[in-house]
C-alpha cells in the first residue's frame, strides 16, 4: 500500500505534456487514414485464457488484458477499421518496463495483409520518434543469425542444455517455450538495434493468429515491433475460425489445470461474433507508454506515468 505521504506524481510536466503530444500525433494519423476512434469496456464476463498472462478480476467481472475480444465484435457488427487508446491491467507485472495498469494503442485493419500491417506500424513509429529505417526478419531467421540454432527444428533436450549453458538459470525443467523465450529476452534483445520487425513465430506462440505452413514447419503468422531492444507490439493475422478458436482456449484452460490454477472463463460472445463472421483482418497492440518512453528518452515505465503502482 502507498504510504500516505507519497503524494507526489512519478512523471514530471516535460513527461506529462509528452503523453499530451503523443495523443495528438496518433489521432492525426489515424484521421488521415480514416480509421475509426472506438471506446469499449474495462470490465468485461469473460477473460483472456492465455497461461502467460494473469488477469485481475473485479467482483464478478474481469478487467481487460487488452480491447481485443470487445473491438472483434465490433469488427464483426461491420465498424470497419477502428483503434482505441485505453487502460489495460495484467497482475504480476511491475518493474522497470512494466506496471499493472497500463495504456494500450490497439487497433485492426480489415483486408490488411500482416505485411501491410507492419508497414503501417513502421509509418507509426517513424512519425513518433522520427525517420528510421526498419528491419524486418523471421523469427527463425533471429535464432539463427544471433544464437546459430534454429528454434524449430533443435530438439527439447538440445535446446535446455544450450540455455543452461548461457543463461544464470537455476530454476527446474521449463517447457520448450519457455527456453525460447528465455535465449530471446536475455540474449537476442539486447543485440536489436533500431526498428526491428519478428514475424513467424512457432505455432505454440500463435495466440490468437493464424497459422501457416512455411519452409517445412508451421509457423503462427504474428508479429513483434522491437525499438533498440524494447518490445513495443505484439501484432496477429487474425485467426477467423471460431472452432479453432475456442480449441485454442480449451487448451489454455487444460494447461492452466495441469499447473493447479483455476479455469477462465471463455468469452462466448467473442465466439458468437466470429460465428457471425470476423472479417479477414490484422490488429496490432502496441504499448503507448513504452512508446512515449522511446519519444522522451525515459530509462522506466514510471517516469512517463502520472502515478505509478506504488503510489496508487
Not at 503523453?19 to 470490465?43: I, K, M, N, Y
Not at 478487467?63 to 489495460?88: D, F, N, W
Not at 472452432?243 to 462466448?268: H, K, M, V, Y
Request: hydrophobic share 45%; glycine share 8%; aromatic share 8%.
Amino acid at each position: 500500500m502507498a504510504a500516505a505521504d507519497d503524494w507526489q506524481p512519478s512523471a514530471t510536466p516535460g513527461a506529462l505534456a509528452g503523453r499530451t503530444e503523443l495523443l495528438e500525433q496518433l489521432r492525426a494519423f489515424f484521421a488521415q487514414r480514416g480509421v475509426l476512434e472506438v471506446d469499449t469496456p474495462l470490465l468485461c464476463s469473460g477473460t483472456i485464457t492465455d497461461p502467460a498472462i494473469t488477469p485481475m478480476a473485479s467482483g464478478d467481472r474481469w478487467l481487460q488484458t487488452s480491447p481485443e475480444y470487445a473491438m472483434k465484435r465490433l469488427l464483426a457488427a461491420g465498424s470497419g477499421p477502428i483503434y482505441q487508446v485505453c487502460k489495460a491491467f495484467r497482475a504480476g507485472e511491475a518493474g522497470g518496463r512494466h506496471n499493472p495498469e497500463f495504456t494500450l494503442l490497439e487497433w485492426y485493419r480489415p483486408g490488411f495483409s500482416l505485411a501491410e500491417l507492419i508497414e503501417e506500424v513502421a509509418d507509426l513509429a517513424r512519425a513518433v520518434l522520427g525517420n528510421t529505417l526498419h528491419r524486418v526478419v523471421t523469427y527463425r531467421e533471429l535464432f539463427r543469425q544471433y544464437l546459430g540454432i534454429d528454434p524449430f527444428l533443435v530438439d527439447a533436450e538440445e535446446l535446455e542444455a544450450f540455455a543452461r549453458a548461457r543463461l544464470d538459470y537455476s530454476g527446474g525443467a521449463e517447457t520448450r517455450d519457455t527456453w525460447l523465450d528465455l535465449l530471446l529476452t536475455h540474449l537476442v534483445e539486447p543485440q536489436l538495434e533500431g526498428l526491428v520487425f519478428v514475424h513467424d513465430y512457432p505455432a505454440s506462440q500463435a495466440a490468437l493468429a493464424r497459422l501457416r505452413e512455411e519452409d517445412g514447419v508451421t509457423v503462427a503468422e504474428r508479429f513483434e515491433l522491437y525499438v533498440d531492444g524494447l518490445e513495443l507490439a505484439n501484432g496477429y493475422f487474425e485467426l477467423t475460425d471460431p472452432a479453432e478458436q475456442r480449441a485454442r482456449f480449451e487448451a489454455d484452460n487444460r494447461t492452466l489445470a495441469s499447473r493447479g490454477e483455476p479455469a477462465r472463463p471463455i468469452d462466448e460472445q467473442l465466439l458468437a461474433a466470429m460465428e457471425a463472421g470476423l472479417p479477414s483482418c490484422a490488429g496490432v497492440a502496441l504499448g503507448l507508454d513504452r512508446l512515449l518512453m522511446k519519444k522522451l528518452g525515459a530509462e522506466r515505465v514510471r517516469d512517463v506515468l502520472s502515478f505509478d503502482w506504488s503510489r496508487c
